[in-house]
Protein backbone atom coordinates (compact mmCIF):
# COMPACT_ATOMS: atom_id res chain seq x y z
CA UNK A 1 0.00 0.00 0.00
CA UNK A 2 1.55 3.41 -1.13
CA UNK A 3 2.59 5.22 1.46
CA UNK A 4 2.06 9.23 2.05
CA UNK A 5 3.84 10.11 5.15
CA UNK A 6 6.52 13.06 5.20
CA UNK A 7 10.54 12.16 5.06
CA UNK A 8 9.68 14.58 8.01
CA UNK A 9 7.71 12.67 10.41
CA UNK A 10 8.95 12.04 13.73
CA UNK A 11 8.86 8.38 15.05
CA UNK A 12 6.52 8.31 18.06
CA UNK A 13 5.41 12.07 17.16
CA UNK A 14 1.93 12.18 15.44
CA UNK A 15 2.17 14.94 12.71
CA UNK A 16 5.14 16.47 14.07
CA UNK A 17 7.12 17.08 11.16
CA UNK A 18 11.21 18.03 11.60
CA UNK A 19 12.32 21.72 10.89
CA UNK A 20 12.26 22.89 7.81
CA UNK A 21 14.21 25.49 5.66
CA UNK A 22 13.16 28.54 5.76
CA UNK A 23 13.07 31.63 3.40
CA UNK A 24 15.09 31.78 0.21
CA UNK A 25 15.18 33.99 -2.68
CA UNK A 26 17.10 32.17 -5.14
CA UNK A 27 17.54 32.67 -8.95
CA UNK A 28 14.86 30.83 -10.38
CA UNK A 29 17.23 27.93 -11.91
CA UNK A 30 17.82 26.52 -8.57
CA UNK A 31 14.39 26.38 -7.63
CA UNK A 32 13.53 24.12 -10.33
CA UNK A 33 16.71 21.97 -9.32
CA UNK A 34 14.31 21.52 -5.67
CA UNK A 35 16.34 24.14 -3.56
CA UNK A 36 14.29 25.24 -1.34
CA UNK A 37 11.42 27.57 -1.57
CA UNK A 38 10.14 30.92 -0.19
CA UNK A 39 7.09 30.62 2.00
CA UNK A 40 6.53 29.15 5.78
CA UNK A 41 7.33 25.75 6.05
CA UNK A 42 8.47 24.72 2.77
CA UNK A 43 10.95 21.71 1.87
CA UNK A 44 13.13 21.30 -0.35
CA UNK A 45 11.50 19.39 -3.24
CA UNK A 46 13.88 17.00 -3.28
CA UNK A 47 13.45 16.21 0.40
CA UNK A 48 9.53 15.95 -0.77
CA UNK A 49 8.45 12.23 -0.43
CA UNK A 50 5.76 10.27 -1.97
CA UNK A 51 4.89 6.62 -3.44
CA UNK A 52 8.31 5.73 -5.33
CA UNK A 53 9.92 9.43 -3.92
CA UNK A 54 11.07 11.26 -7.15
CA UNK A 55 14.18 13.24 -6.90
CA UNK A 56 14.34 16.31 -8.77
CA UNK A 57 14.98 14.85 -12.34
CA UNK A 58 18.81 16.36 -13.79
CA UNK A 59 16.35 17.36 -16.87
CA UNK A 60 14.00 19.32 -14.59
CA UNK A 61 15.78 22.17 -16.23
CA UNK A 62 17.54 22.52 -19.46
CA UNK A 63 20.70 22.86 -20.06
CA UNK A 64 19.95 25.97 -22.20
CA UNK A 65 17.08 27.38 -20.18
CA UNK A 66 20.05 27.16 -17.06
CA UNK A 67 22.38 29.23 -19.41
CA UNK A 68 19.18 31.54 -20.76
CA UNK A 69 19.20 32.35 -16.98
CA UNK A 70 22.50 32.91 -15.76
CA UNK A 71 23.25 35.10 -18.73
CA UNK A 72 19.75 37.42 -17.15
CA UNK A 73 21.00 37.57 -14.09
CA UNK A 74 24.53 38.63 -15.18
CA UNK A 75 23.41 40.95 -17.41
CA UNK A 76 21.16 42.52 -15.07
CA UNK A 77 24.16 42.81 -12.60
CA UNK A 78 25.46 45.17 -15.21
CA UNK A 79 22.73 46.63 -16.78
CA UNK A 80 21.02 48.14 -13.13
CA UNK A 81 23.34 50.14 -12.12
CA UNK A 82 23.68 51.59 -15.90
CA UNK A 83 20.94 52.60 -16.09
CA UNK A 84 21.17 54.32 -12.63
CA UNK A 85 23.98 56.28 -13.56
CA UNK A 86 22.83 57.21 -16.95
CA UNK A 87 19.55 58.19 -15.41
CA UNK A 88 21.11 60.33 -12.56
CA UNK A 89 23.04 61.79 -14.80
CA UNK A 90 20.65 62.60 -17.63
CA UNK A 91 17.11 63.17 -15.70
CA UNK A 92 14.36 62.99 -18.28
CA UNK A 93 13.04 66.76 -18.19
CA UNK A 94 9.48 67.52 -16.05
CA UNK A 95 11.10 66.10 -12.74
CA UNK A 96 11.61 67.18 -9.33
CA UNK A 97 15.63 67.07 -8.83
CA UNK A 98 14.73 64.49 -5.95
CA UNK A 99 11.61 62.74 -8.36
CA UNK A 100 14.97 62.56 -11.05
CA UNK A 101 17.10 60.96 -8.56
CA UNK A 102 14.69 58.69 -7.45
CA UNK A 103 13.90 57.38 -10.92
CA UNK A 104 17.27 56.21 -11.39
CA UNK A 105 17.05 54.36 -7.81
CA UNK A 106 13.48 53.07 -8.77
CA UNK A 107 15.05 52.31 -12.41
CA UNK A 108 18.05 49.84 -10.42
CA UNK A 109 15.57 48.05 -7.90
CA UNK A 110 13.25 47.05 -11.06
CA UNK A 111 15.92 45.97 -13.10
CA UNK A 112 17.66 43.71 -10.31
CA UNK A 113 14.13 42.69 -8.85
CA UNK A 114 13.28 41.74 -12.79
CA UNK A 115 16.46 39.62 -13.16
CA UNK A 116 17.77 38.60 -9.83
CA UNK A 117 21.21 39.18 -9.86
CA UNK A 118 20.95 39.76 -6.09
CA UNK A 119 18.22 38.18 -3.05
CA UNK A 120 15.11 40.18 -3.93
CA UNK A 121 15.11 41.00 -0.23
CA UNK A 122 18.72 42.55 -0.21
CA UNK A 123 17.59 44.92 -3.58
CA UNK A 124 14.56 46.41 -1.58
CA UNK A 125 16.50 47.54 1.38
CA UNK A 126 19.34 48.81 -1.32
CA UNK A 127 16.65 51.10 -2.81
CA UNK A 128 15.56 52.80 0.44
CA UNK A 129 18.95 52.91 1.34
CA UNK A 130 19.94 54.61 -1.58
CA UNK A 131 17.28 57.40 -1.30
CA UNK A 132 19.11 58.44 1.81
CA UNK A 133 22.65 58.43 0.44
CA UNK A 134 21.10 60.61 -2.53
CA UNK A 135 19.08 63.49 -0.14
CA UNK A 136 16.00 62.11 -1.66
CA UNK A 137 14.72 61.28 2.37
CA UNK A 138 15.62 61.15 5.20
CA UNK A 139 16.47 58.22 7.11
CA UNK A 140 13.70 57.90 9.14
CA UNK A 141 11.19 58.31 6.57
CA UNK A 142 13.08 55.91 4.33
CA UNK A 143 13.27 52.82 6.84
CA UNK A 144 9.86 53.75 8.81
CA UNK A 145 7.45 51.54 6.52
CA UNK A 146 9.71 48.51 7.63
CA UNK A 147 7.64 48.63 11.02
CA UNK A 148 4.24 49.67 9.01
CA UNK A 149 1.15 47.32 10.77
CA UNK A 150 0.51 45.61 7.66
CA UNK A 151 3.96 43.57 7.91
CA UNK A 152 3.55 42.69 11.43
CA UNK A 153 0.04 41.43 10.28
CA UNK A 154 2.21 38.95 8.00
CA UNK A 155 4.97 38.40 11.08
CA UNK A 156 2.11 37.04 12.90
CA UNK A 157 0.62 35.26 10.38
CA UNK A 158 4.05 33.52 8.98
CA UNK A 159 4.19 32.68 12.68
CA UNK A 160 1.12 31.05 12.66
CA UNK A 161 1.41 28.82 9.60
CA UNK A 162 5.13 27.56 10.72
CA UNK A 163 3.09 26.21 14.06
CA UNK A 164 0.30 24.49 11.30
CA UNK A 165 3.15 23.27 9.55
CA UNK A 166 5.65 22.24 12.51
CA UNK A 167 2.65 20.45 14.08
CA UNK A 168 1.36 18.70 11.04
CA UNK A 169 -1.82 20.15 11.45
CA UNK A 170 -2.63 21.11 7.88
CA UNK A 171 -1.29 17.44 6.57
CA UNK A 172 -4.05 16.06 9.24
CA UNK A 173 -6.92 18.43 7.42
CA UNK A 174 -5.61 17.25 4.17
CA UNK A 175 -6.26 13.09 4.86
CA UNK A 176 -9.07 13.98 6.88
CA UNK A 177 -11.08 15.41 3.96
CA UNK A 178 -9.74 13.61 1.26
CA UNK A 179 -10.15 9.95 2.52
CA UNK A 180 -14.01 10.86 2.83
CA UNK A 181 -16.50 9.61 0.45
CA UNK A 182 -17.59 12.60 -0.63
CA UNK A 183 -13.81 13.54 -3.05
CA UNK A 184 -13.08 9.82 -2.72
CA UNK A 185 -16.27 8.23 -4.89
CA UNK A 186 -15.01 9.29 -8.53
CA UNK A 187 -10.77 10.57 -10.23
CA UNK A 188 -13.34 13.68 -11.41
CA UNK A 189 -14.64 14.26 -7.56
CA UNK A 190 -10.85 14.01 -5.86
CA UNK A 191 -9.19 16.31 -7.97
CA UNK A 192 -12.14 18.86 -7.64
CA UNK A 193 -10.59 18.28 -3.62
CA UNK A 194 -7.43 18.72 -4.33
CA UNK A 195 -8.14 21.80 -5.39
CA UNK A 196 -10.53 22.69 -3.03
CA UNK A 197 -8.10 21.70 -0.43
CA UNK A 198 -5.29 23.28 -1.59
CA UNK A 199 -7.21 26.67 -2.18
CA UNK A 200 -8.91 26.84 1.36
CA UNK A 201 -5.04 26.15 2.97
CA UNK A 202 -3.52 28.75 0.84
CA UNK A 203 -5.97 31.29 2.32
CA UNK A 204 -4.36 30.94 5.18
CA UNK A 205 -0.42 29.29 4.47
CA UNK A 206 1.93 29.76 1.86
CA UNK A 207 1.16 28.22 -1.52
CA UNK A 208 4.37 27.01 -1.66
CA UNK A 209 4.21 25.22 1.68
CA UNK A 210 0.31 24.28 0.48
CA UNK A 211 1.58 22.40 -2.49
CA UNK A 212 4.57 20.89 -1.10
CA UNK A 213 2.35 18.87 1.40
CA UNK A 214 -0.35 18.30 -1.37
CA UNK A 215 2.10 17.15 -3.82
CA UNK A 216 2.87 13.88 -2.83
CA UNK A 217 -0.49 12.35 -1.43
CA UNK A 218 -1.31 13.11 -5.10
CA UNK A 219 1.77 11.36 -6.21
CA UNK A 220 0.42 8.55 -3.13
CA UNK A 221 -3.31 8.27 -5.28
CA UNK A 222 -1.11 8.15 -8.67
CA UNK A 223 0.94 5.21 -7.49
CA UNK A 224 -2.43 3.20 -5.86
CA UNK A 225 -3.88 3.91 -9.54
CA UNK A 226 -0.72 2.38 -11.53
CA UNK A 227 -0.56 -0.55 -9.05
CA UNK A 228 -3.84 -1.93 -9.07
CA UNK A 229 -3.93 -1.72 -12.67
CA UNK A 230 -6.41 1.43 -12.97
CA UNK A 231 -5.08 3.92 -15.10
CA UNK A 232 -2.78 1.97 -17.62
CA UNK A 233 0.39 3.50 -18.20
CA UNK A 234 0.96 7.42 -16.65
CA UNK A 235 2.12 8.44 -19.96
CA UNK A 236 -0.75 7.27 -22.25
CA UNK A 237 -4.48 7.75 -22.35
CA UNK A 238 -6.58 8.03 -18.99
CA UNK A 239 -3.37 7.23 -17.01
CA UNK A 240 -1.92 10.90 -18.25
CA UNK A 241 -5.21 12.57 -17.96
CA UNK A 242 -5.69 12.17 -14.25
CA UNK A 243 -1.39 12.58 -13.54
CA UNK A 244 -1.87 16.00 -15.02
CA UNK A 245 -4.97 17.40 -13.53
CA UNK A 246 -4.36 15.71 -10.13
CA UNK A 247 -0.73 17.74 -10.06
CA UNK A 248 -2.25 20.73 -11.88
CA UNK A 249 -4.77 20.75 -9.38
CA UNK A 250 -2.17 20.93 -6.23
CA UNK A 251 -0.88 23.82 -8.24
CA UNK A 252 -3.51 26.11 -9.45
CA UNK A 253 -5.93 25.28 -5.89
CA UNK A 254 -2.59 26.73 -4.62
CA UNK A 255 -2.18 29.84 -6.50
CA UNK A 256 -5.73 31.16 -6.66
CA UNK A 257 -6.75 30.37 -3.15
CA UNK A 258 -4.00 32.79 -2.23
CA UNK A 259 -6.20 35.44 -3.12
CA UNK A 260 -9.26 34.72 -0.31
CA UNK A 261 -7.88 36.62 2.26
CA UNK A 262 -5.22 39.54 2.76
CA UNK A 263 -2.31 36.90 4.53
CA UNK A 264 -2.96 34.20 1.54
CA UNK A 265 -0.31 35.51 -0.31
CA UNK A 266 2.23 38.48 -0.34
CA UNK A 267 0.53 40.55 -2.99
CA UNK A 268 -2.58 41.20 -1.23
CA UNK A 269 -0.68 42.92 1.73
CA UNK A 270 1.18 44.77 -0.89
CA UNK A 271 -2.16 46.43 -2.35
CA UNK A 272 -3.47 47.06 1.11
CA UNK A 273 -0.50 48.21 2.57
CA UNK A 274 0.10 50.63 -0.51
CA UNK A 275 -3.38 51.67 -0.75
CA UNK A 276 -3.41 52.99 2.96
CA UNK A 277 0.30 54.64 2.89
CA UNK A 278 -0.64 56.32 -0.40
CA UNK A 279 -4.55 56.51 -0.65
CA UNK A 280 -5.39 56.95 1.97
CA UNK A 281 -8.13 53.98 1.75
CA UNK A 282 -7.82 51.02 4.64
CA UNK A 283 -9.88 47.65 3.31
CA UNK A 284 -10.76 45.60 6.44
CA UNK A 285 -10.49 41.73 6.75
CA UNK A 286 -14.05 41.22 6.47
CA UNK A 287 -14.39 43.51 3.16
CA UNK A 288 -11.05 41.75 1.28
CA UNK A 289 -12.79 38.39 2.09
CA UNK A 290 -16.04 39.27 0.63
CA UNK A 291 -14.65 41.12 -2.35
CA UNK A 292 -12.09 38.14 -2.96
CA UNK A 293 -13.50 34.71 -2.17
CA UNK A 294 -16.49 34.66 -4.87
CA UNK A 295 -13.57 35.97 -7.27
CA UNK A 296 -11.58 32.48 -5.90
CA UNK A 297 -14.60 30.58 -6.30
CA UNK A 298 -15.25 31.41 -9.87
CA UNK A 299 -12.04 31.27 -10.87
CA UNK A 300 -11.53 27.57 -9.24
CA UNK A 301 -14.65 26.37 -10.72
CA UNK A 302 -13.59 26.82 -14.06
CA UNK A 303 -10.06 25.49 -13.38
CA UNK A 304 -11.77 22.38 -11.67
CA UNK A 305 -14.13 22.29 -14.79
CA UNK A 306 -11.00 22.63 -16.99
CA UNK A 307 -8.84 19.84 -15.17
CA UNK A 308 -11.62 17.17 -15.11
CA UNK A 309 -13.11 17.49 -18.89
CA UNK A 310 -10.82 14.94 -19.86
CA UNK A 311 -11.78 12.58 -17.19
CA UNK A 312 -15.44 12.56 -17.28
CA UNK A 313 -15.45 10.26 -19.72
CA UNK A 314 -12.50 7.82 -19.65
CA UNK A 315 -11.07 8.10 -16.29
CA UNK A 316 -9.63 5.56 -13.81
CA UNK A 317 -11.47 4.47 -11.17
CA UNK A 318 -10.47 5.20 -7.79
CA UNK A 319 -11.22 2.39 -5.86
CA UNK A 320 -7.72 1.45 -5.47
CA UNK A 321 -6.50 4.76 -4.02
CA UNK A 322 -8.99 5.21 -1.28
CA UNK A 323 -7.67 2.80 1.50
CA UNK A 324 -4.47 4.17 1.08
CA UNK A 325 -5.93 7.64 2.56
CA UNK A 326 -7.67 5.92 4.59
CA UNK A 327 -5.29 3.86 6.43
CA UNK A 328 -2.36 6.83 6.31
CA UNK A 329 -4.78 8.87 7.92
CA UNK A 330 -5.80 6.48 10.93
CA UNK A 331 -1.74 6.43 10.92
CA UNK A 332 -1.96 10.09 12.22
CA UNK A 333 -3.61 8.75 15.70
CA UNK A 334 -4.85 11.10 18.34
CA UNK A 335 -4.74 14.67 18.41
CA UNK A 336 -1.22 16.10 19.85
CA UNK A 337 -1.56 18.69 22.25
CA UNK A 338 0.43 20.82 19.85
CA UNK A 339 -1.83 20.32 17.42
CA UNK A 340 -4.57 21.41 20.03
CA UNK A 341 -3.02 24.19 20.57
CA UNK A 342 -2.22 25.22 16.77
CA UNK A 343 -6.05 24.68 15.96
CA UNK A 344 -7.49 27.00 18.68
CA UNK A 345 -5.08 29.71 18.18
CA UNK A 346 -5.83 29.63 14.33
CA UNK A 347 -9.72 29.52 15.27
CA UNK A 348 -9.36 32.64 17.79
CA UNK A 349 -7.27 34.35 14.86
CA UNK A 350 -9.04 33.57 12.59
CA UNK A 351 -12.82 35.08 14.74
CA UNK A 352 -10.66 38.28 15.95
CA UNK A 353 -9.84 38.76 12.01
CA UNK A 354 -13.49 38.72 10.80
CA UNK A 355 -16.36 39.04 13.97
CA UNK A 356 -15.07 42.65 15.03
CA UNK A 357 -15.51 43.92 11.25
CA UNK A 358 -18.60 42.10 10.35
CA UNK A 359 -19.85 43.22 13.23
CA UNK A 360 -19.21 46.77 12.07
CA UNK A 361 -20.39 46.58 8.85
CA UNK A 362 -23.70 45.32 10.24
CA UNK A 363 -24.47 47.83 13.54
CA UNK A 364 -22.73 50.86 11.53
CA UNK A 365 -20.35 53.41 12.23
CA UNK A 366 -20.29 55.21 15.61
CA UNK A 367 -21.08 51.92 17.55
CA UNK A 368 -19.27 49.72 20.18
CA UNK A 369 -18.23 47.16 17.02
CA UNK A 370 -16.56 50.20 15.79
CA UNK A 371 -14.69 51.16 18.80
CA UNK A 372 -13.95 46.61 19.36
CA UNK A 373 -12.47 46.58 15.35
CA UNK A 374 -10.33 49.57 15.89
CA UNK A 375 -9.20 48.02 19.19
CA UNK A 376 -8.38 44.67 17.40
CA UNK A 377 -6.93 45.73 14.18
CA UNK A 378 -5.90 42.85 12.22
CA UNK A 379 -2.07 43.58 12.68
CA UNK A 380 -2.85 43.55 16.45
CA UNK A 381 -4.94 40.30 16.22
CA UNK A 382 -2.25 38.43 14.84
CA UNK A 383 1.03 39.11 16.90
CA UNK A 384 -1.07 38.32 19.84
CA UNK A 385 -1.72 35.02 18.50
CA UNK A 386 1.83 34.29 17.58
CA UNK A 387 3.07 35.04 20.84
CA UNK A 388 0.44 32.99 22.15
CA UNK A 389 2.11 30.14 20.31
CA UNK A 390 5.22 30.76 21.97
CA UNK A 391 3.42 30.72 25.31
CA UNK A 392 1.03 27.51 25.28
CA UNK A 393 2.74 24.60 26.74
CA UNK A 394 3.35 21.27 24.80
CA UNK A 395 5.09 19.91 27.43
CA UNK A 396 4.98 21.61 30.53
CA UNK A 397 7.36 19.31 32.47
CA UNK A 398 10.30 20.13 29.73
CA UNK A 399 9.20 23.44 29.50
CA UNK A 400 8.60 22.72 25.84
CA UNK A 401 5.95 25.46 24.07
CA UNK A 402 3.95 25.43 20.62
CA UNK A 403 6.51 27.41 19.03
CA UNK A 404 10.12 27.84 19.69
CA UNK A 405 12.36 30.39 18.29
CA UNK A 406 14.19 27.76 16.53
CA UNK A 407 10.71 27.71 14.74
CA UNK A 408 10.04 31.65 14.14
CA UNK A 409 13.13 32.07 12.61
CA UNK A 410 12.88 29.70 9.78
CA UNK A 411 9.64 31.87 8.47
CA UNK A 412 9.77 34.50 5.53
CA UNK A 413 12.05 37.16 7.25
CA UNK A 414 12.88 37.87 3.05
CA UNK A 415 8.92 38.66 2.07
CA UNK A 416 8.49 41.15 5.16
CA UNK A 417 11.79 43.14 4.00
CA UNK A 418 10.29 43.64 0.56
CA UNK A 419 7.31 44.82 2.42
CA UNK A 420 9.22 47.42 3.72
CA UNK A 421 11.05 48.58 1.01
CA UNK A 422 8.42 48.76 -1.56
CA UNK A 423 6.32 50.98 1.04
CA UNK A 424 9.24 53.28 1.19
CA UNK A 425 10.20 53.31 -2.27
CA UNK A 426 6.41 54.19 -2.86
CA UNK A 427 6.04 56.67 -0.41
CA UNK A 428 8.75 58.43 -2.12
CA UNK A 429 7.67 58.20 -5.35
CA UNK A 430 4.53 60.00 -4.35
CA UNK A 431 6.12 62.63 -2.09
CA UNK A 432 8.22 63.54 -5.03
CA UNK A 433 5.52 63.95 -7.56
CA UNK A 434 7.41 60.98 -9.81
CA UNK A 435 4.45 58.95 -9.09
CA UNK A 436 2.81 61.23 -10.89
CA UNK A 437 4.34 61.51 -14.05
CA UNK A 438 4.70 58.11 -14.49
CA UNK A 439 1.23 57.69 -13.85
CA UNK A 440 0.21 60.83 -16.11
CA UNK A 441 2.85 59.27 -18.78
CA UNK A 442 1.06 55.92 -19.33
CA UNK A 443 -2.07 57.51 -19.29
CA UNK A 444 -1.07 59.47 -22.36
CA UNK A 445 0.56 56.20 -23.69
CA UNK A 446 -1.76 53.49 -23.33
CA UNK A 447 -4.88 55.95 -23.95
CA UNK A 448 -6.28 54.22 -21.18
CA UNK A 449 -8.20 56.87 -19.14
CA UNK A 450 -11.34 54.92 -17.75
CA UNK A 451 -11.91 52.68 -14.79
CA UNK A 452 -12.41 49.56 -16.50
CA UNK A 453 -9.56 50.33 -19.38
CA UNK A 454 -6.99 50.82 -16.21
CA UNK A 455 -8.81 47.66 -14.30
CA UNK A 456 -8.01 45.61 -17.57
CA UNK A 457 -4.66 46.94 -18.23
CA UNK A 458 -3.18 46.51 -14.98
CA UNK A 459 -4.53 42.91 -14.19
CA UNK A 460 -3.71 41.69 -17.69
CA UNK A 461 0.22 42.95 -17.40
CA UNK A 462 0.07 41.31 -13.93
CA UNK A 463 -0.67 38.36 -15.31
CA UNK A 464 1.74 38.14 -17.76
CA UNK A 465 4.45 40.00 -16.30
CA UNK A 466 4.36 37.58 -13.57
CA UNK A 467 5.30 34.52 -15.71
CA UNK A 468 8.63 35.59 -15.70
CA UNK A 469 9.22 37.60 -12.39
CA UNK A 470 8.69 37.26 -8.44
CA UNK A 471 5.12 37.72 -8.07
CA UNK A 472 5.98 39.83 -4.82
CA UNK A 473 8.58 42.07 -7.18
CA UNK A 474 6.10 42.53 -9.11
CA UNK A 475 3.06 43.81 -7.22
CA UNK A 476 5.26 46.32 -5.43
CA UNK A 477 6.26 47.31 -8.96
CA UNK A 478 3.03 47.74 -10.57
CA UNK A 479 0.65 48.31 -7.25
CA UNK A 480 1.74 52.03 -6.88
CA UNK A 481 1.52 52.47 -10.43
CA UNK A 482 -1.98 51.81 -10.49
CA UNK A 483 -2.52 53.69 -7.95
CA UNK A 484 -0.75 56.30 -9.29
CA UNK A 485 -2.28 56.28 -13.01
CA UNK A 486 -5.34 56.59 -11.55
CA UNK A 487 -5.01 59.22 -9.76
CA UNK A 488 -3.22 61.30 -12.43
CA UNK A 489 -6.85 60.20 -14.66
CA UNK A 490 -9.09 61.45 -12.02
CA UNK A 491 -10.46 57.68 -10.97
CA UNK A 492 -10.89 55.52 -7.78
CA UNK A 493 -7.43 53.82 -7.36
CA UNK A 494 -8.86 50.95 -5.26
CA UNK A 495 -10.45 49.01 -8.57
CA UNK A 496 -6.64 49.31 -10.95
CA UNK A 497 -5.22 48.38 -7.63
CA UNK A 498 -6.65 45.01 -6.44
CA UNK A 499 -6.73 44.02 -10.19
CA UNK A 500 -2.99 44.28 -9.91
CA UNK A 501 -2.36 42.71 -7.34
CA UNK A 502 -4.75 40.11 -7.89
CA UNK A 503 -3.19 39.10 -11.15
CA UNK A 504 0.11 38.36 -9.56
CA UNK A 505 -1.34 35.21 -8.38
CA UNK A 506 -2.87 33.85 -11.43
CA UNK A 507 0.58 32.76 -13.11
CA UNK A 508 -0.46 29.13 -14.49
CA UNK A 509 1.66 28.72 -17.79
CA UNK A 510 5.43 28.46 -16.82
CA UNK A 511 7.47 26.17 -13.99
CA UNK A 512 9.30 29.27 -13.12
CA UNK A 513 6.13 31.60 -12.62
CA UNK A 514 5.28 30.15 -9.00
CA UNK A 515 6.92 28.15 -6.41
CA UNK A 516 3.19 25.80 -6.81
CA UNK A 517 3.83 25.43 -10.53
CA UNK A 518 7.90 24.95 -9.76
CA UNK A 519 7.19 21.89 -7.28
CA UNK A 520 4.66 19.70 -9.48
CA UNK A 521 7.00 20.60 -12.64
CA UNK A 522 9.75 19.03 -10.63
CA UNK A 523 8.23 15.86 -9.94
CA UNK A 524 9.10 14.72 -13.58
CA UNK A 525 5.83 13.55 -13.72
CA UNK A 526 4.40 16.62 -16.06
CA UNK A 527 5.96 17.87 -19.36
CA UNK A 528 6.22 21.41 -19.88
CA UNK A 529 4.25 21.60 -22.94
CA UNK A 530 1.37 19.74 -20.71
CA UNK A 531 1.44 22.90 -18.03
CA UNK A 532 1.77 25.62 -20.70
CA UNK A 533 -0.85 24.04 -23.06
CA UNK A 534 -3.45 23.98 -19.74
CA UNK A 535 -2.10 27.43 -18.59
CA UNK A 536 -2.60 29.41 -21.44
CA UNK A 537 -5.86 28.54 -21.29
CA UNK A 538 -6.32 29.42 -17.77
CA UNK A 539 -4.48 32.68 -18.28
CA UNK A 540 -6.68 33.64 -21.07
CA UNK A 541 -9.66 33.32 -18.50
CA UNK A 542 -8.51 35.03 -15.67
CA UNK A 543 -7.53 37.87 -18.08
CA UNK A 544 -11.34 38.07 -18.09
CA UNK A 545 -12.37 36.96 -15.08
CA UNK A 546 -10.38 39.09 -12.60
CA UNK A 547 -10.98 42.56 -14.07
CA UNK A 548 -14.41 41.79 -14.41
CA UNK A 549 -14.48 40.34 -11.10
CA UNK A 550 -13.13 42.72 -9.38
CA UNK A 551 -14.66 45.62 -10.94
CA UNK A 552 -18.24 44.02 -9.96
CA UNK A 553 -17.63 43.58 -6.36
CA UNK A 554 -15.69 46.63 -5.37
CA UNK A 555 -19.13 48.61 -6.65
CA UNK A 556 -21.76 46.12 -5.06
CA UNK A 557 -19.87 45.81 -1.60
CA UNK A 558 -19.69 48.73 0.55
CA UNK A 559 -16.61 50.81 1.42
Known amino acids: MPSFTSPGAAAGSPGKREPVSGPYYAPRHERLRGAKLSGRGDRPVSEVAGPDPPAVPAGAISAAEERFDRRRRTAGLFLGPALFLFLLLLPPAGLSPAGGRLLAVVALTVVWWVTEPVPIPVTAVLGPALTVVLGVTGPKDAFAPFGDPVIFLFLGSFLLAEAMSAHGVDR ?112 PFFRWMAMAVPLLLVTLAFAVAYLVRPLRARGPALAAARPALVEERRAQGAWSRGQRNVVFVFAATVALWILPGLAAAVAGPGGRAERLAAALPEAVVAVLSGMALFALPVSWAERRFTLAWSDAVRIDWGTLLLFGGGLSLGGAMFRTGLADALGRGLVGATGARTEIALVFLFGVVAIYLTEVTSNTATATMLVPLAIATARSAGLDPVAPALSAAIGCSMAFMLPVATPPNAIVYGSGRIRITEMARAGFVMNLAVSVIVPLGVLLLVRVLPR
Open 172 to 283: RIALALLSTRTFGSSLARLVAGFALLSAALSMWLSNTATTAMLYPIALGVLAALRGAGAGAAEGSGPGRAARVALLLACAYGSSIGGIGTPVGTPPNLIALGQLEALAGVRI
